[in-house]
Every structure is written in structure tokens, then in C-alpha cells.
């Protein structure tokens, strides 16, 4: 099955500073989300980019289908940023998970 | 609904004792999608249901496991005879259709078998 790696696993940021999270998946995939997971355990979606860019206030995402990976783009990071942020792929099967990266960031 | 909404929020049961898990997907949203989140497994994926049909029952993790959908909307999970191992976030998910179509995710129900 596919497989999805997601580097850093951790994240510590300094308020305001930017970020890159990175994405990598095996094989063709028909979809991708990015996903932040808050304290309370809610998944919150973020973007729905099988391909290309997006951008939603501080926060963008970029999909190269072609070269399988994604990235995601936190700029001016803030403490509500905080969680864990998930790349899940949709292959012949229903979504399947990276690891994710932990990101914490300090007033 | 405005979302997709699970219950019970927790749950905790002693081994061996049968469990019911609910979710009510997103109004007019025909594909439903259960998965589990543990500490040793991350996310997977357990089962989904296109209306009222499981077409692939496969990631369930054993057939102590089971899943209906009634009226192409509530969803029941059911595990029999729980074991600790069975300790987990139990997350539910509901999109448009199957296939391309984003999901969208409910709280989740966290379930500890003592």
C-alpha cells in the first residue's frame, strides 16, 4: 500500500517565525489533505490540494503530484498553532496517514 | 448538521464487555468513513461505507469488529467482547461521495477498556 512520510516529526518555533512541513508519498495518489490535529484531539482540515497551491491566510500548501510530495507553508507562527499536523493521501483506499509533525510554538 | 457529530465522547467499559459508537455524518453526504487513532498505530483506516454498503470490510482489525449504516445516515460501530488492545481514539468521517472528495472528520470517541 501507499506509504506517507512526513518530516520534521517535531517542531519548535519561536513566535512569528516561519515554517515548512513536508510531505512524501510512494505512489500516484488521487487526493491529499492537510489536517491539524488541536489539543482536544479535533481534526481540523486545512487544505484539499491533490495538486498545485493554496493559500488561506497565514497558512498555504503546495502539491507536485508529479514528484510525490507536498509541503506546508506556516508563515508568522502563534501558540494557537500548536497540535499536530497530518498529510493523508487517497489511493485505492480511504485516506491513509503520515506520523505527522508536532509542532509547538513558544511565546 | 453543521458537522459531523460522534458519541458517546468517552467511553470507558471493562474487558470483555460489548461497545456501541455512533456518528452522524454531514447532511446529504452519501460516503461515511470510520478510523481508528492509537498511540502505537497512528490513524488508520477501518472501514467506509458508500450509502448503506460496506463494499470492503478488510481493515477492520478483527471480526469482533462490526459496522452498519441505516438510511444512508447514522453509522454504528460495534465491538464485541473488547480487549485493552481495542484502547484507542475512534474517529468518523463523512464526504459528497466516494473518491475525490475532501472528508471532513467528527471529535471522535475515545474509548478505554480497562
Known amino acids: 500500500g501507499i506509504q506517507v512520510e512526513q518530516s520534521p516529526p517535531d517542531l519548535i518555533l519561536q513566535e512569528g517565525a516561519n515554517s515548512t512541513l513536508r510531505c512524501n508519498f510512494s505512489?500516484?495518489?488521487?487526493?491529499l489533505q492537510w489536517f491539524h490535529q488541536n489539543p482536544w484531539g479535533q481534526l481540523i482540515n486545512l487544505f484539499y490540494?491533490?495538486?498545485g497551491t493554496k493559500q488561506n491566510g497565514r497558512l498555504s500548501a503546495t502539491t507536485v503530484a508529479t514528484e510525490r510530495y507536498s509541503l506546508l507553508y506556516i508563515s508568522s507562527s502563534q501558540t494557537t498553532d500548536s497540535g499536530v499536523y497530518f498529510c493523508?493521501?487517497?489511493?485505492?483506499?480511504?485516506?491513509?496517514f503520515g506520523k505527522g509533525t508536532r509542532l509547538s510554538v513558544i511565546a | 448538521g453543521a458537522g459531523v457529530s460522534q458519541s458517546p465522547s468517552n467511553k470507558v467499559t471493562e474487558k470483555g464487555k460489548d461497545v456501541e459508537l455512533r456518528c452522524d455524518p454531514i447532511?446529504?453526504?452519501?460516503?461515511l468513513y470510520w478510523y481508528r487513532q492509537s498511540l502505537g498505530q497512528g490513524l488508520e483506516f477501518l472501514i467506509y461505507?458508500?450509502?448503506?454498503?460496506?463494499?470492503?470490510k478488510s481493515g477492520l482489525p478483527s471480526d469482533r469488529f462490526s459496522a452498519e449504516r441505516t438510511g444512508g445516515s447514522v453509522s454504528t460501530l460495534t465491538i464485541q467482547r473488547t480487549q485493552q488492545e481495542d484502547s484507542a481514539v475512534y474517529l468518523c468521517?463523512?464526504?459528497?461521495?466516494?473518491?475525490?472528495?475532501?472528508?471532513?472528520f467528527g471529535p471522535g470517541t475515545r474509548l478505554t477498556v480497562l
Open positions: 493523508a493521501v487517497l489511493g485505492n483506499t480511504p485516506l491513509v
Open positions: 447532511s446529504g453526504h452519501t460516503a
Open positions: 468521517a463523512s464526504s459528497v461521495g466516494f473518491g475525490n472528495n475532501e472528508q471532513f
Open positions: 505512489d500516484s495518489v488521487n487526493n
Open positions: 461505507f458508500q450509502g448503506n454498503s460496506a463494499p470492503d
Open positions: 490540494i491533490p495538486s
